[in-house]
């Protein structure tokens, strides 16, 4: 420091810097209580308390792996509109209707077949159908059971429940094309069975 600025600042050599004010702030004051029974106290001048360290801990798990991401709790998934619930529900429509096309062709063969009531075949098909709407609530229930319960994964479609109601439906469909006499002894011709 040079001559002038120190006797400007107050400070000289021999004078404690910490009691004068001091216009240099890059370097620290100490700060302590004064009591009225040390030197250098004045009335007037508020008492600066000591400020205590704050010990700074950062924990962190040293066997994840880079972008894991530590969490505590659940997270929380989020909630789904209607429409975005009913847009997952056609995913993999494709499915049952290919199977509920299948069984309709199938029950129409068995139905113009047979010589019994249509009506009891009517109740037939819808019994069918009704079936295969239980199936796909049963498999959407298992699967959220299953996959966003258990497994903590969400789903982005039906399409292994349209699966599961699809080949329901072409069991079924079977099983009234087995039931027609015609095909099959046509089906036993081209196995080449008699």
Same mark, same amino acid.
């Given at each position: 420091?040079?001559?002038?600025?120190?006797?400007?600042?107050?400070?000289?050599?021999?004078?404690?810097?910490?009691?004068?004010?001091?216009?240099?702030? /890059?370097?620290?004051?100490? /700060?302590? #209580?004064?009591?009225?029974?040390?030197?250098? @106290?004045?009335?007037?001048?508020?008492?600066?308390?000591?400020?205590?360290?704050?010990?700074?801990?950062?924990? @962190?798990?040293?066997?994840?792996?880079? !972008?894991?991401?530590?969490?505590?709790?659940? =997270?929380?998934?989020?909630?789904?509109?209607?429409?975005?619930? =009913? &847009?997952?529900? &056609?995913?993999? +429509?494709?499915?049952?209707?290919?199977? %509920?096309? *299948?069984?309709?062709?199938?029950? +129409?063969?068995?139905?113009?077949?047979?010589?019994?009531?249509?009506?009891? %075949?009517?109740? %037939?098909?819808?019994?069918?159908?009704?079936?295969?709407?239980?199936? @796909?609530?049963?498999?959407? $229930?298992?699967?959220?059971?299953?996959?966003?319960?258990?497994?903590?994964?969400?789903? &982005? !479609?039906?399409?292994?429940?349209? =699966?599961?109601?699809?080949?329901? =439906? #072409?069991?079924?469909? *079977?099983?009234?094309?087995?039931?027609?006499?015609?095909?099959?002894?046509?089906?036993? @011709? $081209?196995? +080449?069975?008699?």
């Amino acid at each position: 420091m040079s001559c002038g600025l120190a006797t400007l600042c107050g400070v000289t050599e021999g004078n404690d810097p910490t009691r004068e004010l001091r216009l240099d702030r /890059t370097q620290p004051i100490p /700060t302590e #209580v004064v009591k009225p029974q040390q030197a250098g @106290f004045k009335p007037g001048m508020a008492a600066v308390p000591t400020q205590r360290q704050v010990e700074h801990t950062v924990s @962190f798990e040293p066997t994840l792996a880079p !972008g894991q991401i530590v969490t505590s709790g659940a =997270l929380k998934r989020p909630v789904l509109t209607m429409s975005v619930r =009913l &847009r997952q529900l &056609r995913i993999g +429509g494709r499915w049952s209707v290919a199977g %509920a096309v *299948f069984l309709l062709v199938c029950w +129409g063969l068995w139905t113009a077949s047979s010589d019994g009531d249509h009506a009891t %075949a009517t109740l %037939a098909l819808v019994l069918s159908l009704v079936v295969a709407v239980g199936i @796909f609530g049963l498999s959407r $229930l298992v699967g959220s059971v299953v996959l966003e319960k258990l497994m903590g994964r969400s789903r &982005r !479609g039906a399409w292994a429940s349209h =699966l599961t109601v699809g080949l329901f =439906l #072409v069991i079924v469909g *079977f099983s009234y094309l087995s039931q027609i006499e015609w095909v099959v002894d046509a089906w036993n @011709f $081209l196995r +080449g069975v008699r």
